[in-house]
């Protein structure tokens, strides 16, 4: 019951946020400019979005390897797909990644080390994003009216690398125990434990980190040449140094869970930075519907794979996991 809750207090709310983004519409501009978008540099766009999202296998099937048994990139290929459906496209409050950590994880039940890999695949592409957009906020300074851009991509990075010292941190871990032994929480305890075992063993392995950070930096750029490009076949012509510094924070706007799927945040977060540089609003909507439509495109091609790997009793355990590792 909660859930569904939940679920409809999502969809009212990107009902509400796209009812607001409306009234700023001069829909025959809007029309006009998805009229004259040419086709072919769309489909190069999905394109790119698609190879972002293939390489992230590889990612974390780095990761996986000193920790677990690792499938095959099929079998791989597969469980991520699911997982983009389940965060891009199906309305339920399941989010992707414990879809992954089930999958990877049932077969051998080492679902604690299936969540260390996929916490750290999520991670370092965080890391990755939030790096490009520093770097570029330094090298092109960008001056949005009423919008603080370089006060939130420098806080979003302080705030990351705070959560991860105390996440990974010997001594913030030992602190953490003591506090759930006191509490009597044993169960939850020692399944810290585990996962900060997981994490300290990868941790080691210099060359896995480092190859799976080289990976994140090359699925970011591809993501956001994938909105340039789809900007670039609307007839938008927008340098791409504004790309290297809005895209990451309209990434951090999206993943704010008040929304379906991040639907109605993504779009005002277009006209808000976009048109703070001039961009006409229906342009802006224009170009953020759009990128949404070719995310949820993207996930489309899990819900199908989705039915062949299903099982009765997979939505409890969904379920379960989501309450164990939230």
Known sequence: MKTKVLTFIKIAVTALLLYFIFQK????????????????????????????????????????????????????????????????????????????????????????????????????????MLIIACVAIVLYPVSVPGIPVSIIIWGAFALFITGNMCLFAPRCHSILNRLLKRLKMTRIERKADRVANAFHIIGERKFVLLGSMLISFVNQFLFISAIWTMAFGMRLEIPFSYFLVFVPVINLISMIPISLNGMGLREYAFMSLFGGIGMEPASCFALGLVTSIMIVLSSLPGGIIYIFYRNRGDRRRFESLETEYS
């Not at 769309?42 to 790119?48: Q, R, T």
């Not at 983009?84 to 199906?90: D, E, P, V, Y």
């Not at 039940?109 to 750290?120: E, H, I, K, M, P």
Request: net charge positive.
């Open 25 to 128: 519409i001069d829909f025959e501009n809007f029309g006009a400019t998805l009229r004259n978008a040419r086709m072919e540099i769309l489909v190069l766009a999905f394109l790119l979005m698609w190879l972002g999202h293939y390489i992230c296998i590889f990612r974390w099937r780095l990761l996986m390897r000193p920790l677990m048994p690792v499938r095959s990139l099929k079998d791989l290929f597969g469980i991520y797909c699911i997982g983009l459906f389940f965060n891009l496209a199906f309305p339920t409050m399941i989010g992707g990644d414990v879809v992954k950590i089930y999958y990877i994880g049932r077969h051998s039940n080492s679902y604690s080390q299936s969540f260390a890999s996929t916490f750290l695949d999520r991670d370092t592409g965080m890391l990755a």
